[in-house]
């Protein structure tokens, strides 16, 4: 092949691509896409007691559980990171406010 045989696939493929990006059924796609990472993010109950309480269950960059109790639950949460050779621990607290 010579270089501007390669020059010219190299050119046409880029095209196509960007071409494709902006069709209809890939920005349908896109959309659906940011829809349900962002349906995710929503706390969801997973499961329920008797008295009262429930166990919530949302997603971020990681799965995340919390229990609320009455009105206001607030949850810590002590994980290990995997860094390398380390392990890097780190806490999050979780607080839900009741809105009227």
């Known amino acids: 092949m010579t270089f501007l045989k390669l ?3 190299v050119v046409v493929s880029v095209c196509a691509i960007v071409a494709c990006n902006q069709t209809e059924w890939y920005q349908d796609f896109e959309r659906g896409k940011a829809a ?3 349906d995710r993010a ?3 109950i997973v499961s329920k007691t008797d008295d009262g309480c429930a166990v919530y269950s949302f997603y971020t960059d990681t799965t995340h559980y919390f229990t609320r109790c009455g009105s206001a639950t607030s949850t810590d949460r002590t994980y290990s990171v995997p860094a390398g050779k380390m392990q ?3 806490t999050e607290s979780i607080t ?3 809105h009227p």
Do not use: G, Q
């Open 7 to 9: 020059l010219l696939i």
């Open 36 to 38: 349900a990472i962002a």
């Open 42 to 44: 929503v706390p969801r």
């Open 88 to 90: 890097n621990r780190k």
């Open 96 to 98: 839900t406010e009741s």
